[in-house]
């Protein structure tokens, strides 16, 4: 192992290992077992995602030497104005042509490279033990590799009170892009169409009655995607590439080896017509609740058929025939959302300058650079004040 590669804790120690190391670790599968995403996706994530992330992971014990958790992080060069609109983009693009690096940084993220973030404890108890032990050891493991900033990315509210502890070392918390999440309590999409505003559901119909006029659209639900890869994938990057926040790009091999290795959790909806699929969408899902990860569409036909509502239809009806109580959407697109009666998942990006005197300046700046601030629908949404 590269010299180094431990640092002392208050309780413990944190060893920083690999993934080949982690392999018959019994540690390293009860660390994510209770997830959705569990320790398979984050193999999955770090063996075909190509967006130049160095992973590692830290094994935190404790005094006695006992393996407490295992927390993936990743060094990654970030753009920090990404998908922020208007003057101060202008500006920082300005600036950018003398000092081209200007806000982009080495930063050490703490998470999933594509999902949101969980603390890797092998013991739901130890929540807390974990937060203490990476505030303890972040900090300086950034500093070893040369990372301005420390992240942690995309945490769902429930570990605010794990975290708030990190506020006593300096990192600010600003709201992430939030998730969104539809409560099943309907026997049927028709139960659930007549919860929506008249004027919901008058724009609905009409969708529905266009696509209706046209050639017969097909759905599959299936957990093997092999055979159809060649015609998915493209769906997948005609979507990506028209999205103004890009953090990570699925792979082929992403999809394959999802549906290979979790294939009780992998869903794929595939939408055809007169044989040819027009769209599909990748699902998982995990004990009462579908996880919406991602869409493609054919947008020679998408837009005008209205195929993001049609397969949104279809999921939802999927998952009430399943007895599924909760449908989790991923971030973007919130203004249909919003008209859908969806309701917000908070997510929590926990930051830090690795420099003691940049921090309370950066600290400062970073609320204005927050993704939410440039999201105006965010605050039509009941439970916005949650953010």
């Given at each position: 192992m590269p010299p180094g590669n431990a640092i002392p804790l208050p309780q413990g120690v944190a060893k920083v290992v690999t993934l080949a190391e982690l392999q018959n670790c019994g540690a390293w599968r009860r660390a994510f077992q209770n997830k959705c995403q569990d320790h398979r996706y984050y193999e999955i994530v770090e063996e075909t995602l190509q967006n130049d992330f160095e992973h590692h992971y830290l094994l935190l014990k404790d005094s006695s030497g006992n393996a407490r958790a295992i927390q993936?992080?990743?060094?990654?060069?970030?753009?920090?104005?990404?998908?922020?609109?208007?003057?101060?983009?202008?500006?920082?693009?300005?600036?950018?042509k003398l000092f081209p690096r200007f806000l982009t940084?080495?930063?050490l993220m703490v998470g999933c490279g594509a999902g949101t973030g969980d603390l890797g404890g092998c013991d739901q108890r130890d929540e807390a033990w974990v937060a203490n032990a990476l505030r303890a050891s972040l900090l300086t493991y950034a500093r070893r590799n040369k990372a301005s900033l420390v992240v942690l990315k995309d945490f769902p509210a429930n570990y605010r009170s794990a975290?708030?502890?990190?506020?006593?070392?300096?990192?600010?918390?600003?709201?992430?892009?939030p998730m969104t999440r539809l409560p099943l309590r309907y026997e049927n999409w028709d139960e659930y169409f007549r919860t929506l505003s008249k004027a919901t559901r008058k724009d609905l119909r009409r969708k529905f009655r266009k696509a209706g006029r046209a050639p017969k659209i097909e759905?599959?639900?299936?957990?093997e995607i092999a055979p159809?890869?060649?015609?998915?994938?493209?769906?997948?990057?005609a979507v990506h590439e028209r999205s103004p926040l890009k953090f990570e790009t699925l792979t082929r091999d992403y999809f394959l080896a999802v549906a290979e290795r979790m294939p009780e959790r992998?869903?794929?909806?595939?939408?055809r017509q007169s044989g040819k699929i027009v769209a599909f969408s990748f699902c998982l899902a995990c004990g009462e609740a579908i996880y919406d990860e991602c869409i493609g569409l054919d947008y020679s036909v998408?837009?005008?058929?209205h195929l993001y509502f049609y397969t949104l239809r279809d999921i939802i009806?999927?998952?009430?025939?399943?007895?599924?109580?909760?449908y989790y959407s991923n971030p973007l697109n919130y203004e249909p959302k919003l008209h859908l009666d969806c309701e917000l998942v908070p997510l929590d990006l926990y930051v830090r300058h690795t420099s003691a005197l940049l921090n309370p300046i950066f600290c400062h700046l970073i609320k204005y650079l927050g993704p939410t601030r440039h999201e105006p629908v965010l605050q039509r949404f009941p439970n916005a004040d949650q953010l």
């Open positions: 993936p992080v990743f060094f990654v060069r970030q753009n920090l104005v990404q998908g922020v609109p208007g003057k101060i983009r202008s500006v920082v693009d300005v600036i950018r940084m080495r930063v975290v708030e502890t990190f506020a006593l070392s300096g990192y600010t918390r600003i709201p992430s892009m759905m599959e639900v299936v957990s159809f890869i060649d015609e998915i994938y493209p769906l997948y990057l992998a869903r794929f909806f595939i939408w998408a837009l005008d058929l009806t999927w998952a009430l025939q399943q007895r599924l109580k909760y």
